[in-house]
């Protein structure tokens, strides 16, 4: 077996977690949307999920002030708006007007749902301690949505540098975990 170098600076699209995610933020009247793949669950009851957000993104500050936002999952039909998303800025731009999404009004917190998405995760930050050093929040699920019409989803993965795998086969096997 002949192994190669690989670039560390390709590691994460090795190791990339889960589905891409449209994180929308509502602060001061105005509600954006983030195009993010950097999360992982951390627990599952309550749900727990720990990503980054760059300071550098409008929504950081959002976040960061509101300590609210919605993970939005979408499918793989939605490659291109998810795309446009990540290759703009709020500051700039009206994302849910410019790229044809709906927002929808959560149950628990002020950032809007996006109706086109899958499921909608509202969530709560509950942990800021790594914010300054890691750009890290810990946010906690508080309501979950799905859409039942959707028997198969099938969701994108980045793999970096614009390139990304889209969900396809699903196997069951014997599992102890309730």
Same mark, same amino acid.
């Given at each position: 077996m002949a192994k190669r170098s690989y670039p560390l600076s390709n590691v994460y699209g090795l190791l990339e977690p889960g589905p891409v995610v449209l994180l929308t933020t509502a602060h001061k009247g105005k509600a954006n949307v983030m195009t993010m793949s950097w999360h992982t669950m951390m627990e599952f009851e309550p749900p727990l999920v720990g990503c980054i957000v760059s300071n550098r993104d409008f929504s950081f500050a959002a976040l960061?002030?509101?300590? #609210? %936002? !919605?993970?939005?999952? =979408? !499918?793989?039909?939605?490659?291109? #708006? @998810? !795309?446009? %998303?990540?290759? /703009? /800025?709020?500051?700039? @731009?009206?994302?849910? &007007? &410019?790229?044809?999404? &709906? =927002?929808? =009004?959560? /149950?628990? @917190?002020?950032? =809007?749902?996006?109706?086109? %998405?899958?499921?909608?995760?509202? %969530?709560? !930050?509950i942990d800021t301690r790594l914010v300054n050093r890691y750009n890290f929040f810990v946010l906690e699920v508080l309501k979950a949505w799905i859409d039942p019409a959707r028997k198969d989803p099938h969701t994108l993965h980045h793999r970096g540098k614009g390139v990304f795998a889209v969900s396809g086969e699903t196997i069951k096997l014997p599992s102890k975990m309730k």
């Open positions: 960061k002030a509101t300590r #609210q %936002c !919605v993970l939005n999952i =979408p !499918v793989a039909e939605m490659a291109a #708006q @998810v !795309v446009d %998303c990540g290759n /703009s /800025s709020g500051r700039n @731009v009206d994302k849910f &007007t &410019t790229f044809g999404l &709906t =927002p929808v =009004p959560a /149950s628990l @917190v002020e950032a =809007p749902l996006i109706a086109e %998405c899958y499921a909608n995760l509202e %969530c709560r !930050v």
